[in-house]
T-cell receptor, first 111, second 115 residues
Framework: DAKTTQPPSMDCAEGRAANLPCNHS???????VYWYRQIHSQGPQYIIH???NNETNEMASLIITEDRKSSTLILPHATLRDTAVYYC????????????FGRGTSLIVHP | NAGVTQTPKFRVLKTGQSMTLLCAQD?????MYWYRQDPGMGLRLIHY???????AKGEVPDGYNVSRLKKQNFLLGLESAAPSQTSVYFC??????????????FGPGTRLTVL
């Protein structure tokens, strides 16, 4: 599975959009991009995933560049409850899967 | 559905003692995983299983053993606990496919302290 690079920390004002970048320059054509978040002391929680196209759900939007070498998770209206560590990982579609989470991005949403 | 459950939630051991952490899932997932998370660190994969009766090593397997005798259960054992194994342990499960089926579901964690 391709490795990812994320900034260690970011901050955002409540009510504003939070844009979290992820670099996955070695991603293969059959690898998905997944985003998870971990609120303090809890187990990680799935947010969204994508292969090629941009995706949106009730939690966030995922923008994947045309060359698929990077992506951005967008929280459109960040709230204090969005303060968490956000992990970007890539994985193949099916077959053996050894996920690597890394340290993620610590997002602090301030009033 | 209960999702992924972990037993116990907290445990304190003395150096050299042994214990087993139990993970159970009721989603009929093929894959199960054990991670550890140290303060300020990301999750590191200890062992994983791609099906009943199979296990494989992850990034940090030393000092741990696992078993998957039933599809719904994944056990993590510490034969002789060491202070370096003080950590929060998370279990997760998923289907083997990609897309939304590849989503991992995590348990609430077990906080282990080795004195």
């Amino acid at each position: 599975d391709a490795k990812t690079t994320q900034p260690p920390s970011m901050d955002c004002a409540e009510g504003r959009a939070a844009n979290l970048p992820c670099n996955h320059s070695t991603i293969s054509g059959n690898e998905y991009v997944y985003w998870y978040r971990q609120i303090h002391s809890q187990g990680p929680q799935y947010i969204i995933h994508g292969l090629k196209n941009n995706e949106t759900n009730e939690m966030a939007s995922l923008i994947i560049t045309e060359d698929r070498k990077s992506s951005t998770l967008i929280l459109p209206h960040a709230t204090l409850r969005d303060t968490a560590v956000y992990y970007c990982i890539v994985r193949v579609a099916g077959g053996s899967y050894i996920p690597t989470f890394g340290r993620g991005t610590s997002l602090i949403v301030h009033p | 559905n209960a999702g992924v459950t972990q037993t116990p939630k907290f445990r304190v051991l003395k150096t050299g003692q042994s214990m087993t952490l139990l993970c159970a899932q009721d989603m009929n997932h093929e894959y199960m995983y054990w991670y550890r998370q140290d303060p300020g660190m990301g999750l590191r994969l200890i062992h994983y299983s791609v099906g009943e009766g199979t296990t494989a090593k992850g990034e940090v397997p030393d000092g741990y053993n696992v078993s998957r005798l039933k599809k719904q259960n994944f056990l993590l054992g510490l034969e002789s606990a060491a202070p370096s194994q003080t950590s929060v342990y998370f279990c997760a499960s998923s289907y083997s496919s990609g897309g939304r089926e590849g989503e991992q579901f995590f348990g609430p964690g077990t906080r282990l302290t080795v004195l």
